[in-house]
T-cell receptor, first 115, second 114 residues
Framework: DAKTTQPPSMDCAEGRAANLPCNHSTISGNEYVYWYRQIHSQGPQYIIHGLKNNETNEMASLIITEDRKSSTLILPHATLRDTAVYYCIVRVATYGSGNTGKLIFGQGTTLQVKP | NAGVTQTPKFRVLKTGQSMTLLCAQDMNHEYMYWYRQDPGMGLRLIHYSVGEGTTAKGEVPDGYNVSRLKKQNFLLGLESAAPSQTSVYFC?????????????FGPGTRLTVT
């Protein structure tokens, strides 16, 4: 699985958009970008994933560059409850052929949303 | 649905004692995982299972054993606890379908070994 690089910490004002970057320059063609977050020592929570197109769900948007070497997670209107550690993970999506769906976590980005 | 539950939530052990952590899921997921998280670090995979009766080693398996006798349960055992095993342990499960392969995590077990 490709390695990812994230800034260790970021601040964001409440109500503003939070843009969390991730570099994954060694990503392979069949690897997806996944984002999870962990709020104050709770179990991690899935946010969103994508291959090459931009994706949006009720929680966030994911923007992947055309060369797929980097991506940005966008929380459009950050709230205090979005304060968490955000993990960017790259791996093959499909199971089988030795892929067991396991996640390799880095140290993530600690996002602090301030009032 | 309760999702993924873990028992116990907290435990203090003395060096050399043994214990078993229980993970249960009610989502009929095939895959289950045990991770540990040390302070200020991301999660690291200990062992995982791709189905009932099967287990495999992850990144940091030494000092741990696991069993998956029933599809809904995944047990993590520490035969002889060491202070280095002081950590927060998370269990997760997933269903091998689609591209999300979303893992659902339990609330964690906080273990201290003195």
């Amino acid at each position: 699985d490709a390695k990812t690089t994230q800034p260790p910490s970021m601040d964001c004002a409440e109500g503003r958009a939070a843009n969390l970057p991730c570099n994954h320059s060694t990503i392979s063609g069949n690897e997806y970008v996944y984002w999870y977050r962990q709020i104050h020592s709770q179990g991690p929570q899935y946010i969103i994933h994508g291959l090459k197109n931009n994706e949006t769900n009720e929680m966030a948007s994911l923007i992947i560059t055309e060369d797929r070497k980097s991506s940005t997670l966008i929380l459009p209107h950050a709230t205090l409850r979005d304060t968490a550690v955000y993990y960017c993970i790259v791996r093959v999506a499909t199971y089988g052929s030795g892929n067991t769906g396991k996640l390799i976590f880095g140290q993530g980005t600690t996002l602090q949303v301030k009032p | 649905n309760a999702g993924v539950t873990q028992t116990p939530k907290f435990r203090v052990l003395k060096t050399g004692q043994s214990m078993t952590l229980l993970c249960a899921q009610d989502m009929n997921h095939e895959y289950m995982y045990w991770y540990r998280q040390d302070p200020g670090m991301g999660l690291r995979l200990i062992h995982y299972s791709v189905g009932e009766g099967t287990t495999a080693k992850g990144e940091v398996p030494d000092g741990y054993n696991v069993s998956r006798l029933k599809k809904q349960n995944f047990l993590l055992g520490l035969e002889s606890a060491a202070p280095s095993q002081t950590s927060v342990y998370f269990c997760a499960s997933s269903y091998p379908g689609g591209t999300a392969n979303e893992q659902y995590f339990g609330p964690g077990t906080r273990l201290t070994v003195t």
